[in-house]
């Protein structure tokens, strides 16, 4: 990290010391995330980390002050064990990650367009695929601005936490119409995908 970085770090520190754990965000099922920090300087990215409440997690940030705070979408038994292998995997969020720049014809450069272009993808996902044709509740879903160029869609819903990463990708294929013979659903009078 660049020289001058000092001063954002103690602006980072006074901010976290000016909280309470009421203040904060955080994900459902605080105890079995696994959290990851970046420290300001030269210091190793520190992983590994658990919290049993916010005020666990409060206490950390008010000591270290770190720039950024990522916790996994995973659950775990044991998330602060070093191997994965031992942190005994018990499920995981469905995110859908939706980034503007990856669309055809789609630039960055003209930052507004995209976003509202993505955001539109975004709804188009939840209205059209992941609630009218599997089902999923408002109720467990999360809608959020990536922080970059895009949207992540969150969906806590404990009867789809045990998914594999089979099942998962098998989602995003059907999404995408992967597999799809075209010919074979575009003929005759009552062809094709309907309100596709």
């Given amino acids: 990290m660049s020289g001058g970085w000092s001063r954002f770090a103690l602006r980072f520190s006074r901010y976290y010391a000016s909280l309470s754990a009421s203040d904060l965000w955080t994900p ?3 105890r079995n995330r696994e959290w990851m ?8 990215v520190d992983r590994h980390r658990g919290f049993t409440s916010e005020d ?35 499920g995981a969020d469905l995110i859908f990650d939706l980034d503007g720049d990856h669309l055809p014809g789609v630039s960055d450069a003209d930052f507004p367009a995209m976003i509202e272009l993505i955001q539109e993808q975004a709804w188009s996902l939840w209205n059209d695929f992941l609630e009218p044709e599997f089902d999923m509740k408002r109720e467990f879903a999360q809608f959020t601005f990536s922080g970059h160029r895009g949207f992540h869609i969150h969906v806590r819903d404990p009867n789809l936490m045990g998914l594999d990463s089979n099942a998962r990708r098998e989602i995003v294929s059907y999404i995408r119409g992967e597999g799809l013979e075209v010919n074979t659903i575009l003929t005759g009078p009552d062809s094709g995908w309907r309100n596709r």
């Fill in 37 to 44: 920090f970046i420290q300001w300087g030269d210091k190793p």
């Fill in 56 to 90: 666990s997690l409060l206490l950390y940030l008010q000591q270290r002050g770190p720039h950024s705070s990522f916790h996994s979408t995973a659950y775990y038994r044991k998330p602060m064990e070093r191997k994965m292998v031992d942190k005994d995997w018990l």
């Fill in 28 to 30: 459902p099922r605080l």
